[in-house]
């Protein structure tokens, strides 16, 4: 429904974040920074092989050191009633039955098979390597043919290698394609690729045993997740695990909803030894067990007719889920995002997802929405070049008007992304660039420039007639097997995530809030959200600072203990604007409305003739007249501090729409892409609370597609070996490799988020690997006509291959 004006423009609110003083000085405080008296230290003996049987385990040489303090192996985590790892129920997926330390088989190169706790940090290591383990090596299932082949089974009580399966269909996509003019099939793909955060994951443990609960810090993205895994795990009551973060320095997905084997080691070891527990992982063991995103591949057939109007869109996505972790939706959300903001009629997306021998997949920014962005925007440049179109006016004749995108204006975005990036001079300079290459046997200049393009957005469709969709989502994956959402095994209760009925559980739509007016007049901003980098400080602070007129400087948040925030769902997903900043304002709204009541009474005058303004109540009339001061009423009533809270739920997910343009230069002689020139995207994410922190998430965002485009992966060799495990061989981009981002708005306000914003954390690496993508192609192709690279990250190795190729 278009029920607000879309406006280009700059938003006033360039706050400065007010947490940055803390970051910039040294004086924030990371987990692996805390150290308590007493303290023990943990160790994790990893799996040299990918898959292998355990024939046996010795633990004799460490536990004579005396550092030794205790061991635990899979078998004790069973004896001492631990269930599975947890997988969330949504999607459906196979159940697959592993525990934290291995029991029997290991499944990936790096799964930890047996935990140590020394006295001394520095014993740990040297520890570690005396556990002896006798393996048997077992073929491991690497690559997705070889999962699909099934010839070796990651799970021996699985009849196939298919984790999950999903369909989305509407109208008769097959009868379309064989009808239509112009087609065009590609196989698309975006290789395996970490979180890595530059703080790696940490835990601090200990036990109290007085109130019988565990007190577990760690480096999350949401508390109220890891509360809710141990809980499950342990098969104990939510309340028994009181979780803490102090400041988290990134996450990108990977400290999200994960079940990861280190805090529940760290509560087994804290409980049984009386000490605090910790332990923060290398580098490598990050990379070795931190779960893993993308690895997604689509066989993608786009078809239009003779105007270039798309009448049918087809796609198979295969996704490599490792051994499968906690989250397994990212396959789906690329197929529900494929469609993007177009028309399509007929369209036919499916999923399956198959499990590996390698460490178990999880979200990275963007957690399958760039995958889904790629497919169907490469898919468009490759039909514009087939139609001999423009690859805007492609998209023109395509997208979705307002009335179907709840506002959206694509055509006015579109307008406005060639208005700033001036796109007829853009053309005109890549054919004057181009025009100096002389072919590829010439010895002239070898630098080709290639312009490249992407849309991101959603439609609503009118008549929806999907057949899939999340009640599509349950097949039996050719398996035949039940399909279980729970736990099995051990503890097998049945109850997938334990949690106690009398507890509120708050869904993915929803975010609890609570503000806070001290008779000080100070203001304290409670959330579920949990900020790792995205400054909710700020943020969260203008919104109550906003609804109730107290300055930010007298604004305090507070995130990420699960004593002091009772409910909460997290950071991720892109969700804390719209959920978590509308749970602020309404809590702020309504403790504005507490207020004016206590006043009213205190004050013996009707409660429509004042107002709540500037942290002071005025007259209604005369908003100039301060009648009495917040902390003259909260005295006058008695109170030292009055609150609201709230649960706020959206109606339904709000997120935000962009268009990116990338030009660069590709060296033809080397396969390398020497510069990106231009790199301009065009936002509409609502109101924007914050537009240095909107842009900064922006930017921040592209150039993790960027990367994630031309050079960043995870490798492995044919065992299952990760060969990239230090930031010596796994490239993460520098500020030399992060092209300057220009950044324009509109602004279209959310009409279901109280402040008017939508989710934009992930919004530039959604829509940043099709632009660069494209961009590398649209150089190929001036290169060597059907020169293509597919799949990314297109490495130098993979462009040359690409342009020898005969
Ligand atoms: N914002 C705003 N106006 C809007 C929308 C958002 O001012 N219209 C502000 C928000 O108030 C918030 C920030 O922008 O301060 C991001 O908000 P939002 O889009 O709601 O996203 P989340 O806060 O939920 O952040 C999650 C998202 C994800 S999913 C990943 S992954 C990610 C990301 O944010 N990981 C990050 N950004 C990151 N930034 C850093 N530095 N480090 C990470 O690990």
Known sequence: MLNQVSTEQKAADTTRRVEDPRFLTGAARFLDDVTAKGTAYMGFVHSPYAHARIKSIDLSKVSSSPAFIASLTGEDLIKAGIRPVAQNPWPRQRAAKRYHLAVGKVRFSGEPVAAILVSDAYSVEDLVEQVEVEYEPLPAVVTIEESKKGKVLVYDDWKDNVSQTAQERKGDAEGAISAAPYVIKRQLGIGRQAGA????????????????????????????????????????????????????????????????????????????????????????????????????????????????????????????????????????????????????????????????????????????????????????????????????????????????????????????????????????????????????????????????????????????????????????????????????????????????????????????????????????????????????????????????????????????????????????????????????????????????????????VDKESIAFAGGAIVEASQPKNIIATASEILEKAGEKEISADTTFTLGSMSYSSGVHMCALILDAETGVVSKITKYVVVEDCGRMINETIVEGQIRGGVVHGVSGSLFEGLRYDERGNLLTSTFADYAIPTSMDSPEVQVFHRVTPSTVALNGAKGVGESGTNGSYAAVMNALNDALSRVRPGAQVNTAAATPDSVFASLSSP
Request: some cysteine; hydrophobic content about 35%; proline content about 4%.
């Open 197 to 604: 955060p530059i703080e790696t994951h940490c835990v601090l443990v200990s036990y109290d045993r007085k109130r019988e609960r565990y007190e577990v810090s760690a480096t999350l993205q949401s508390v109220h997740d890891l509360q809710k895994l141990l809980a499950s795990e342990f098969g104990l009551p939510k309340k028994k695990f009181h979780v803490k973060v102090v400041d988290v320095g990134g996450g990108f997905g990977s400290k999200s909803g994960q079940s990861y084997p280190w805090p529940l080691v760290a509560c087994l070891f804290a409980k049984q030894t009386g000490l605090t527990v910790k332990w923060t992982a290398s580098r490598m063991e990050e990379f070795l067990e931190g779960a893993a995103g993308r690895d997604e591949y689509c066989d993608v057939t786009l078809a239009c007719d003779r105007d270039g109007k798309i009448v049918a869109l087809k796609g198979s996505i295969e996704c490599d889920m490792g051994v499968s972790g906690t989250q397994a939706h990212m396959p789906s959300l690329s197929m529900w995002t494929m469609a993007g903001p177009y028309d399509v009629p007929n369209l036919d997306l499916n999923v399956t997802g198959y499990v590996t021998n390698k460490m178990p997949s999880g979200p990275v920014r963007g957690a399958g929405a760039p995958e889904g962005c790629y497919f169907i925007e490469r898919a468009m440049d490759e039909m514009a070049r087939e139609i001999g179109l423009d690859p805007l006016e492609l998209r023109r004749r395509n997208v979705v008007g307002p009335e179907r995108s709840d506002g959206v204006d694509y055509q006015a975005l579109m307008d406005a992304l060639v208005r700033s990036s001036k796109y007829s001079d853009l053309l005109r300079q890549r054919d004057e660039f181009n025009s100096r290459f002389k072919g590829e046997k010439s010895q002239g200049p070898r630098l080709v420039m290639g312009i490249g393009m992407s849309l991101r957005g959603d439609s609503e469709d009118e008549d929806d007639d999907d057949e899939g969709g999340w009640e599509g989502n349950q097949g039996d994956g050719g398996g035949g097997q039940d399909w279980s959402r729970s736990q099995q095994g051990a503890g097998g209760s049945g109850d997938e995530w334990a949690s106690e009925s009398e507890e509120e559980e708050l869904s993915f739509m929803s975010e609890w809030g609570r503000v806070a007016l001290s008779s000080g007049g100070e203001l304290t901003v409670y959330t579920g959200s949990s900020p790792h980098g995205q400054g909710h400080e700020t943020t969260f602070a203008q919104l109550a600072s906003e609804e109730l007129g107290i300055p930010i400087d007298r604004v305090r948040v507070v995130w990420g203990d699960t004593d002091l925030v009772p409910f909460g769902v997290g950071t991720f997903g892109s969700r804390s604007a719209a959920t978590g900043g509308s749970a602020v304002v309404d809590a702020s709204r309504k403790l504005k409305a507490r207020l004016l009541e206590i006043a009213s009474k205190v004050l013996r």
